[in-house]
């Protein structure tokens, strides 16, 4: 059972703990948020979330930290069909789904020119590790989840960005005036 508002108050005190928070949190959708291939099922089928998505997406909006996805379903329409189902599609910024030959560059160009928002302010989460690797390149703080975004992904992401985040604020202080 989806235990919302624990979760949501759990997350909410996790990003307590840090100084340094992302503007942008971006998602994979497929094993990411949601625990299936969404070109498998039909769009009849009622999807479900991972037990700990839908809080802390609603941490991060409560936080006023946006939320964006990337996914390289090569069924948009079902996936978008399943995120107005589960009534969690309004909450995203930008909306990235289409298969592509890249690791996912392509769409977190299209997510920085909709948003605004540097790679260095960005949080990614995702089940495959190409997409990490070629993610980190260009500057997003990118963490593996093994078994669906959960708090303990969250946690350990959240740090990773706060890690990043300190060591190029320690860079700039270093900068000759
Ligand atoms: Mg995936």
Redesign the pocket.
């Known amino acids: 059972m989806e235990d919302v508002e624990r979760v949501k108050a759990e997350a909410l005190q996790v990003m307590g703990l840090f100084q340094v928070l992302p503007r942008l949190v971006v998602f994979?959708?497929?094993?990411?948020l949601w625990p299936f291939y969404c070109e498998c099922p039909s769009k009849n089928d009622t999807p479900s979330l991972f037990p700990h998505s839908r809080g802390i997406l609603h941490a991060l909006k409560h936080q006023r930290i946006d939320v964006a996805i990337a996914s390289k379903s090569p069924t948009p329409d079902i996936a978008t069909t399943y995120l107005h189902k589960l009534s969690i599609r309004s909450m995203f910024v930008a909306e990235e789904i289409f298969y592509s030959w890249t690791h996912k560059t392509d769409h977190f160009q299209k997510i920085l020119s909709k948003t605004g928002v540097p790679y260095n302010s960005m949080l990614f989460f995702?089940?495959?590790d190409n997409n990490i690797q070629q993610i980190s390149k260009i500057g997003v703080t990118s963490i593996l989840v093994r078994n669906g975004l959960d708090l303990e992904a969250f946690r350990n992401g959240l740090a990773k960005f706060s890690q990043n985040g300190n060591r190029s604020k320690k860079n700039k202080q270093k900068r000759p005036n």
Do not use: R
């Open positions: 994979d959708l497929d094993y990411t995702d089940d495959d």
